[in-house]
């Protein structure tokens, strides 16, 4: 799988234990990330992303900066996109299987390092379940044509 990964400066470090977590499971990684630990602006990266999720560039994404929140949001502005900030497996999963979520994130203050691994695995492995879900999808398509 082809897998988009960003992150701001508060999560260089956890996004290159990612990035080397999911190219061990042999996923390719396209990294928008920034790889200094100079204060940037998140939603750069999230935008980014989420632009490469919906235009195919890439299969899903991961988003990572300090809590996994502005990230996420900002993610989420780019039509098309479902970006779900996950703190443990069990909403990796469920956001996968219920919501179709196309991008992950979580904080790296707020997770450690082996949890993230745990999240990101969680994710992949999961799928979406379709049926009565299908229809709370194609309603937040409804709300983004409605702008």
């Not at 390092?113 to 709370?136: C, M, N, P, S, W």
């Amino acid at each position: 799988m082809k897998i988009g990964i960003g992150n701001d400066h508060a999560a260089v470090a956890m996004k290159n234990e990612i990035k080397a977590y999911l190219e061990e499971l042999g996923h390719e990684v396209v990294d928008f990330g920034i790889s200094k630990e100079e204060s940037c602006d998140y939603p750069v990266y999230g935008e980014a992303v989420g632009r490469a999720v919906v235009s195919g560039q890439v299969e899903c994404g991961v988003l990572i900066c300090g809590t996994g929140v502005g990230i996420s949001i900002a993610a989420n502005k780019v039509p098309g996109v479902r970006a779900a900030v996950c703190s443990d497996t069990t909403t990796a999963r469920l956001v996968k299987e219920h919501n179709n979520a196309n991008i992950i994130a979580f904080g790296a203050r707020i997770v450690g390092i082996e949890v993230a691994k745990d999240i990101v695995k969680t994710y992949l492995d999961a799928e979406f379940q379709g049926g009565r879900h299908e229809k709370r999808i194609a309603m937040i398509h409804d709300i983004e044509n409605k702008r």
